[in-house]
């Protein structure tokens, strides 16, 4: 039993893996190619059709590419940073239920890598390092353009952090569990967070877009200001692990986004399929990727409709707003959330 | 017996990671050192079945009072030119004093017995999980926790105090 | 005073209202502007596969024309180089003998006739001044070169083969052409 649990796992952590690595891979095309269509464009059509194999000419290229270290740089840390950036992206997803469970082979098959009873507040402790990657990247870089783009990252990331778990606390009080499973679980149906908490959504959404360093906040990298700022000294593929960092990042925060807001694997007329479990899980992962693709499309969507901020609006935004919000929308709810449990 | 083998390797990991601290030459460094050391100090905190605060400590101190203290070191100019040159007699004051501290350390905990109680053991009392550290955290110590909440509310309006008389002065 | 078009909009500065201040309106609006565009037909060709058709008064690359019966048009009378704002043609005459009655028209000929595509600002008065309807300008691109001498067309290129003419049919008439 016990080997039987540590290859499901293995095989869940291998899948997701090339899961995530395909979907970044993918995002980078259709973000080129939702670009073309708001600019009224083609956008890649060249390699294959449609051209549906960009990414792997794209990887290719990324590889080719001469691996340039510049002088007086600090090569470990220039080396670490692209890695670092990679890491967090990718182990938040190690907490993410991806469906309800399946029953295959005689046993039941749960679609979580790690079952952490605080998996809200894991995924926040390692956003919150997720910055490291940026700052040493572009500290070691030994340029000032990276380094503007390193302190801009931290102090934005910063700033963000905060509201972000300001306003996810509402949806902890109003699940009462730490427990990204049960945070799914207690919006059944379509009993979704969002119909209760949109204010926090939007909150948490803005945050979000700044976390990943998205527009209209990509500030630590914009690229007509600080010509590309944290990654402007690095090549080859560790400028394709920061870029690709950024994309799955983009997709691990809407999949976090769509557990905590829009029910996870949870669809309307899900209690039709009580009695076939391994279909109500099918459909449970086709509904959770189709919330995670719409929400990514947003992001693109965004990214490519609003400007930049500038750096002193991006603070007065986080500080004098969104935090403002955030607080009065939790004190609101822990109140209602108290009267509802008659704790007065 | 896995489990004390990996308290102690870790154990044995955060005091290499604080040496390293203290050791590098570069203070960006040993920053990253630090931040490497509380991950560790968050490993021990696991191996205690203290998840909250296993997770609580790298949110705030790793990833928040860190990335502070990078940003700082970032912005000052650390070049070796720049760098004035310490006195070879301050620096024999400087392990004297340190090396005075450690010997008074060494023998404060010399005598130390650990003494372990019924009922004591960290990692089956459940105490680090979240609803057992709230209630703990609300009903016995409910007043050292609210005055040091005070704490921190009187520091944040120091901070903006003096963030605001700067601006009058410009005035 | 009347407004003709209806089409200004008054500026004003006034105190945004709370909505306003709010700004998810606005970005909402502005969001719904670039899906629009998301569905409106695209405004680009694939340019290798497909190409843009040339407008009909485009001017392009020059040609030196022939006559029906294959002989050059041009008689080296300098009227484009002196109507050339640019200075970019020049050319040499010289009196067509006998047996070469086969090969150009008039009396007259040009024995070298160049223009520098890099001078001519491809304005078509050389065509306007021409009194022989010897040269015109084409939908022809004038193709890229790596040195500077290369871009001196002389009647190499810029005569039209006499098996494969240049067609001009679609210039825009200029009043001087009987027939196309």
Not at chain 1, 22 to 42: N, P, S
Not at chain 1, 168 to 186: F, K, P, Q
Not at chain 1, 232 to 261: N, P
Not at chain 3, 115 to 127: A, D, V
């Amino acid at each position: 039993m016990e080997t039987f649990y540590w290859m499901d796992k293995l095989v869940l952590v291998v899948l997701l893996f090339l899961i995530s690595l395909g979907i970044a891979a993918y995002q980078t095309y259709f973000e080129r190619k939702l670009a073309a269509w708001i600019q009224d464009r083609v956008g890649p059509d060249r390699a294959g059709p449609f051209g549906i194999l960009q990414p792997i000419a794209d990887g290719v290229k990324m590889f080719m590419k001469e691996d340039f270290t510049p002088m007086n740089a600090d090569r470990w840390l220039f080396i670490i940073g692209p890695g670092i950036a990679m890491f967090t992206s990718l182990i938040t997803s190690a907490i993410i239920p991806w469906g309800p469970n399946l029953h295959l082979f005689g046993r039941e098959i749960s679609l979580q890598v790690a079952e952490i009873n605080i998996g809200i507040l894991f995924a926040f402790g390692i956003i919150s390092i997720g910055v490291y990657g940026i700052m040493i990247g572009g500290w070691a870089s030994n340029n000032k353009y990276s380094l503007f783009g390193a302190i801009r990252a931290s102090s934005q990331m910063i700033s963000y952090e905060l509201a972000m778990g300001i306003s996810a606390i509402t949806i902890i009080m109003i699940s009462g569990s730490l427990d990204l499973r049960a945070i799914v679980e207690s919006q059944h149906g379509l009993n979704w967070n969002i119909w209760y908490q949109p204010v926090a959504f939007i909150v948490f959404f803005i945050c979000a877009l700044a976390e990943t360093n998205r527009a209209p906040f990509d500030l630590p990298e914009c690229e007509n200001e600080l010509i590309g700022g944290y990654h402007t000294e690095y090549s080859s593929m560790k400028l394709g692990l920061f870029l690709f960092s950024e994309y799955v990042a983009m997709f691990v925060s809407s999949a976090i986004m769509a557990i905590l807001f829009f029910g996870g694997y949870n669809f309307p007329g899900m209690d039709a399929l009580k009695d076939n479990p391994n279909l109500l899980a099918i459909i449970g992962v086709a509904v959770f990727f189709a919330k995670i693709f719409l929400l990514i499309f947003v992001f693109m969507w965004i990214r490519w409709t609003i400007p930049r901020f500038r750096f002193d609006q991006l603070m007065h935004l986080g500080w004098k707003v969104l935090i403002p919000i955030a607080l009065v929308n939790m004190l609101i709810t822990g109140f209602v959330v108290a009267f509802y449990h008659h704790w007065f | 017996m896995i489990a004390t083998i990996l308290t102690q390797i870790l154990g044995a990991l955060t005091v290499a990671a604080a040496l390293m601290v203290v050791i590098s030459k570069h203070p960006v460094r040993s920053v990253l050192y630090l931040v490497v050391t509380f991950f560790f100090i968050s490993g021990l905190y696991i191996m205690m079945n203290a998840q909250f605060l296993a997770i609580v400590n790298l949110i705030v101190y790793a990833g928040a009072i860190m990335v502070l203290f990078l940003f700082v070191l970032m912005l000052l100019n650390l070049n070796k030119e720049s760098e004035p040159k310490t006195p070879t007699l301050s620096w024999i004051i400087a392990s004297i004093a340190a090396g005075t501290l450690f010997v008074v350390f060494i023998a404060a905990l010399k005598d130390i017995v650990l003494v372990s109680q019924p009922g004591d053991n960290v990692a089956l009392s459940n105490i680090g999980l979240v609803k057992n550290l709230g209630n703990t955290l609300f009903t016995k110590y409910v007043v050292p926790f609210e005055i040091s909440s005070i704490l921190f509310i009187s520091a944040m309006v120091g901070a903006i105090l003096l963030a605001k008389r700067e601006k009058q002065m410009i005035d | 005073m009347e407004s003709l078009t209806n089409r200004k909009k008054v500026v004003s500065d006034k105190p945004m209202t709370f909505v306003e201040k709010l700004y998810i309106p606005a970005i909402l609006k502005g969001m719904m502007v670039t899906f629009k565009h998301i569905l409106k037909r695209r405004k680009t060709v694939k340019y290798p596969e497909e190409t843009r058709e040339f407008a009909p008064i485009y001017r392009g690359m020059h040609v030196l024309k022939r006559d029906e019966q294959g002989r050059e048009n041009c008689t080296a009378c300098g009227l484009c180089a002196v109507a050339c704002p640019a200075e970019a043609i020049t050319m040499t005459s010289a009196e067509r003998t006998k047996d070469q009655a086969h090969l150009y028209r008039e009396e007259k000929y040009a024995v070298t006739y160049e223009i520098n595509m890099l001078r001519c600002i491809f304005c078509g008065l050389c065509e306007e001044a021409c009194p022989k309807e010897a040269v015109f300008l084409t939908d022809r691109l004038v193709p890229t070169q790596f040195e500077r001498g290369e871009f001196i067309y002389g009647k190499d290129k810029l005569v039209e083969p006499a098996d494969s003419r240049i067609d001009i049919t679609k210039r825009q008439f200029t009043g001087k052409r009987t027939h196309v």
